[in-house]
């Protein structure tokens, strides 16, 4: 059994290390036809092409460098258009002589209108900018020159961008795909051949680890988790963590790095939805991954609770199916990508304009998702919570919950127990609701009035801060990436707003709760030490008191480590969740309310 379990560490470290190595064997060669395919606007093209001369036909060794000369070549193209378009010093004075001390939107019509297309996009520029100080007189010409120069700064760096240049998305996007275009790897050559030598060894690898603990006997062995370096924050799940932040800022910020990963993709994303890879294709496919090879694992370690396996089999059938296999196919059938099981506000995108636009032009199927969403929100939700609790998404469906109880679960114990931790998650949580409430609010308001300020705030900037720092940092980077640092549901207990909105209707309207049967508690600590969501349960099961935490996610993790069978998750009707007798002592019992 030792035997077999070293071989399959030592594959599943061939195969990481190639994966890894994987990233910097690519050779990179920039031509106008790549240019022509990556940027469809022929004008646009055009200027690209001239901007990024220096690179053509030079064969770059660096994806580094190659991404770095792509990013100049894009900051020239947009020197170009500010030559062209950009409003000169000379237009700033003679527009303050035209208006004396008191501006108007005329004295810009009469400087731009019945001229060229350049002077078009000028005047249209100059009233989108300006509107707000027409017919306002100022104390001086310097002060109304300073005023039209602080708007011809904004012109300059929003509206010339977006309309006739690059904006920062479209230069990522485009550094992406022309990355992914211009590499001559044998990765694109022979894409299955390393998706056998990376995939194909770590996962044979990892269930040649994992299988041999089927000869274990049955139950919950502690086995020295607090001495081991990669369960317990030790140098192993330090790098492991570092491994998995990397991977995640790499994925969401700089993606044309990962392009030799996502060209190894190819075969599948084909066979599934007839496409070629993108990057969340890969990340989908290592989640699931992830999740089916790290769920026979819990399947073997878990055997003994019926429970657990079936928990473990809803999540592992939720992914694959739901969230990876009919999305994709719903694109090869010419459908919007859809995940049935995702909820706003987790799904924070799902009212965002394009998504609404995007559903209601594909008709009939289109009007059912997105009234199928909405219904998840406001029916499925507090239905499904008052008679099972939060542990029906968060435990058995959520992609979210399924990673961190599969890939995390080697983790859970280093979840946060004190009260000090608890504070700090409810402020955090809420916090994160209210955010995404309130953008919710702006994109819907901007969606009905066509007007993005609401109030004091943009709701497109306000959609970019939530999305970057939100549903990008604290989801993916810090959500996951610190598993090996701070326990398996740092996202779920601290930032899931979708778990904030469960939370609360299990608090305070639901028929769950783990009952406790103090008389028979040892106080061993098992249950306290795995919960992930950092509840002290044995403080609850000591008093033999109910746990109603507005953050237990029903895992039932605390149940089926217990010796003496104190814990059980039950359903109820809501009378005796609170107020239950809390035991003081051997002999005596005092009512709390």
């Not at 100049?72 to 000379?90: H, K, M, S, W």
């Not at 504070?423 to 009035?449: C, D, N, P």
Request: hydrophobic share 45%; net charge positive; glycine share 8%.
């Amino acid at each position: 059994m030792k035997v077999i379990k070293i071989i399959g560490l030592g594959l599943f470290a061939v195969g990481f290390i190639t994966f890894n190595g994987l990233f910097f064997s690519a050779k990179y060669k920039l031509t106008r036809q790549v240019i022509e395919n990556s940027i469809p606007d022929s004008t646009k093209s055009a200027i690209f092409v001239e901007a990024s001369s220096e690179m053509s036909d030079h064969e770059e060794s660096s994806v580094f460098l190659f991404v770095a000369d792509l990013n100049q070549a894009f900051d020239r193209a947009n020197e170009i258009q500010l030559g062209v378009y950009g409003i000169t010093q000379e237009e700033v004075l003679d527009l303050v002589a035209r208006s004396g001390k008191t501006f108007s939107l005329a004295s810009v019509d009469s400087l731009y209108l019945g001229k060229d297309e350049v002077s078009v996009f000028k005047l249209k520029a100059f009233k989108d900018y300006t509107k707000w100080m027409d017919n306002q007189q100022f104390s001086s010409h310097e002060e109304l020159r300073n005023k039209i120069e602080e708007a011809v700064s904004k012109i300059h760096t929003y509206a010339l961008i977006n309309q006739v240049g690059f904006d920062r998305y479209q230069v990522k996007d485009l550094v992406y795909s022309i990355t992914q275009e211009s590499s001559t790897s044998p990765i694109k050559t022979n894409p299955g051949l390393f998706l056998f030598m990376t995939f194909g060894f770590c996962m044979v690898g990892a269930l040649l680890f994992i299988l041999p603990k089927v000869k274990l006997p049955e139950g919950i062995k502690n086995n020295n988790v607090f001495y081991n370096s990669m369960k317990n924050t030790g140098w192993l799940g330090v790098l492991t963590g570092t491994w998995l932040i990397v991977f995640y800022v790499v994925l969401y910020f700089f993606p044309a790095y990962m392009t030799n990963w996502v060209s190894m993709m190819d075969p599948i994303s084909k066979t599934i939805n007839g496409n070629s890879a993108g990057r969340f294709f890969l990340y989908g496919f290592i989640y699931t991954i992830c999740i089916l090879v790290m769920g026979l694992r819990m399947l073997i370690h878990y055997r003994h609770s019926r429970y657990q396996i079936l928990r473990t089999g809803s999540v592992m059938f939720f992914q694959t199916a739901f969230a990876f296999l009919i999305p994709e196919i719903l694109i090869r059938l010419n459908k919007p990508y859809f995940d049935f099981k995702n909820i706003w506000p987790l799904d924070y995108s799902f009212f965002f304009d394009s998504r609404i636009n995007e559903l209601i032009s594909h008709g009939t199927l289109g009007i059912f998702m997105l009234g199928w969403g909405i219904a998840l929100v406001i029916i499925a939700v507090p239905v499904f919570v008052y008679f099972f609790g939060k542990r029906w998404y968060c435990s058995w469906v959520c992609g979210c919950g399924g990673l961190a109880e599969t890939l995390g679960d080697p983790y859970r114990q280093l979840s946060n127990k004190s009260t000090n931790a608890w504070r700090v998650e409810r402020w955090m949580i809420h916090g994160v609701l209210v955010f995404a409430v309130t953008m919710t609010a702006g994109v819907i308001y901007t969606y009905w009035s066509g007007s993005s300020w609401v109030f004091f705030f943009d709701s497109y900037q306000l959609r970019e801060v939530y999305g970057v720092f939100i549903g990008a940092g604290f989801a993916g980077v810090v959500g996951t990436g610190f598993y090996p640092l701070m326990g398996n549901r740092v996202w779920c207990r601290f930032g899931c707003p979708l778990a904030a909105y469960l939370g609360i209707i299990q608090r305070f309207k639901s028929r769950f709760r783990i009952t406790t049967n103090g008389g028979q508690c040892i106080s061993c600590g098992n249950c306290s030490t795995y919960c992930e969501m950092g509840i002290d349960v044995r403080w609850y099961a000591q008093r033999g008191q109910n746990i109603v935490r507005s953050s237990c996610v029903g895992c039932g993790i605390c149940s089926s480590v217990c010796p003496r069978g104190v814990l059980n998750l039950e359903v109820k009707k809501e009378t005796g969740r609170f107020g239950k007798p809390i035991l003081i002592g051997n002999n005596h019992v005092k009512n709390v309310e």
